[in-house]
């Protein structure tokens, strides 16, 4: 079966499970910088339906990190999940999402992510009202309107609240 991944500078040929709460809580334990404003967010949380990813978010405001550790970070994080078949979505945001809408910063590890499987590819580039490259592999995206992600938490019900994950 054809598989190739890239994403956050990382590839893997390897496909990626759903997760479950033991892979996560491995993957979670194999990291090497501590855990602090870290959550385990979205639909694994959530429980809205079944998923293929984990979302992992540094809530911090500001961000009290160095560019280069929050690169490093999340090169960990998806190098790590990768080896553990989990597909990490991870990112820095200044706030949780709110139930009304608040403007809000994102930093990601890309500015698209990249899959071919079974001969189709996916292939988006992530979008924002502003867009700007702050480091070799991070991102940062300026929402100062609600958006896709947003409108998708609140048609599920989203609470909009995460789980530390040194808690998870």
């Not at 999340?74 to 999402?97: H, P, Q, R, S, V």
């Not at 698209?112 to 924002?128: L, T």
């Not at 700007?132 to 947003?150: C, V």
Request: net charge negative; hydrophobic share 30%.
């Amino acid at each position: 079966m054809e598989f190739y991944t890239r994403y956050g500078g990382v590839e893997t040929t390897t496909p990626w499970r759903r997760p479950d709460d033991n892979t996560i809580r491995e993957w979670r334990d194999e990291l090497s910088f501590p855990l602090t404003d870290w959550y385990v967010v979205g639909n694994v949380v959530e429980k809205y339906s079944s998923t293929w990813d984990v979302d992992i978010f540094l809530i911090q405001d500001p961000l009290r990190s160095s560019l280069n550790d929050l690169s490093n970070q999340f090169t960990e994080m998806i190098e790590t999940g990768f080896k553990k078949e989990l597909l990490i979505d991870c990112a820095y945001m200044n706030k949780f999402y709110q139930d009304e809408w608040e403007e809000v910063t994102k930093i990601r590890p890309d500015n698209q992510f990249y899959k071919k499987h079974r001969g189709s590819i996916d292939n988006p580039i992530y979008e924002a009202d502003e867009v700007k490259q702050l480091h070799p592999q991070l991102w940062q995206y300026n929402y100062t309107k609600p958006h896709s992600n947003w409108y998708k938490g609140k048609e599920r019900g989203y609470s909009f609240k995460g789980i530390p994950l040194s808690k998870f």
